[in-house]
């Protein structure tokens, strides 16, 4: 038994990576917030841990391209930046927001200490059970 690797800690894991990944994508964002033509981007994660934890997914084998695809294992899941094109803020064509980034930004840092907290009662429960007290 891995108790290490559990797939708790592995999504929390994901989340802490995802939520760093975040904050620096909204920094780039406000950095370019006065950038003519620069396009915000942000960051999907969340859908995609959702497809991978999936109980009713089933685990299909696919073996050519046009197949349906399966459940992503959660090993596989990643967060991926996508760039916003298809709006524009501003006299300027760019789309960067400082209200919604700042407000990004916060929901960013309280996913991340959630996901911090989430994984020291992890590891302090683990460390209660070894010590037996």
Do not use: C, W
Request: net charge positive; aromatic share 4%.
């Amino acid at each position: 038994m891995n108790l290490l690797g559990s797939p708790v800690l592995q999504v929390l894991e994901k989340q802490l990576a995802a939520a760093a990944l975040t904050q620096r994508v909204i920094a780039n964002n406000l950095a370019n917030v006065n950038t003519p033509g620069f396009k915000k981007s942000s960051v999907r994660f969340l859908d995609e841990l959702k497809k991978a934890l999936d109980s009713r997914a089933l685990p299909l084998l696919t073996t050519h391209p046009r197949h349906l695809p399966s459940a992503v294992p959660l090993t596989q899941v990643a967060p991926i930046v996508v760039k916003e094109e298809e709006t524009t803020m501003g006299y300027n064509q760019n789309n960067v927001d400082v209200e919604q980034e700042m407000v990004n930004l916060v929901a960013n840092t309280l996913a991340y200490q959630a996901a911090t907290r989430a994984i020291g009662d992890r590891l302090a429960l683990l460390g209660y059970v070894i010590k037996g007290r």
